[in-house]
């Protein structure tokens, strides 16, 4: 499994949005279910590639949320035969299980039935499709971090928090 810290290979590429992101994710979300079939609580789109008008790294990311992620053997050999490979294991972060597809590129986050970290994304990313000024908040802040020299992605990825954070705040506040 490779470690968190892995090193990037180049600058962080983001992309204007594309159109096709939500079609990918429901091709990868179809093959996800003939994989697990009842084994899935919930799927999603989650991620900047999920709002409309927004820059992101050209990376669709799932959440993807079974019984118990713990129980690794219950899924992970099935996702391995749709090309997804088992990169972060994170037990006392939501029992949090990251994988990653190449073709095309995805990150599947995969948490436990009813997560809290899962409704949190669900609300940033509704904030976002419906709350332009914040969206362009949030783009400008990418631009800026994805700018500067980052050795790990992981660093990119904390310095966004506090901006993460503060948008995530007005929508809690208006009930999104």
């Not at 490979?85 to 994988?99: I, N, S, Y």
């Amino acid at each position: 499994m490779v470690p968190v810290t892995e090193r990037l290979s180049g600058p962080i590429e983001l992309a204007a949005y594309d159109p096709g992101w939500p079609a990918t994710f429901r091709e990868q979300a179809v093959r996800i279910r003939d994989a697990l079939g009842t084994r899935i609580n919930r799927i999603e789109h989650v991620g900047s590639t999920a709002v409309p008008k927004l820059i992101a790294k050209p990376v669709i990311d799932i959440v993807l949320e079974i019984p118990d992620p713990a129980e690794e053997a219950a899924y992970v050999p099935e996702l391995a035969t749709l090309g997804y490979v088992l990169r972060l294991r994170e037990p006392e972060w939501f029992e949090h299980r990251l994988l990653r597809g190449h073709r095309p590129r995805v990150n599947l986050h995969v948490f436990g039935a009813n997560c809290a970290e899962t409704d949190r994304m669900l609300r940033f990313r509704d904030w976002l499709w419906a709350n332009a000024a914040d969206r362009d908040l949030y783009a400008t802040a990418k631009r800026d971090l994805a700018a500067r020299d980052w050795t790990y992605m992981q660093q990119y990825a904390d310095a966004k928090t506090e901006v993460i954070a503060a948008i995530t705040a007005r929508a809690d506040a208006h009930g999104r």
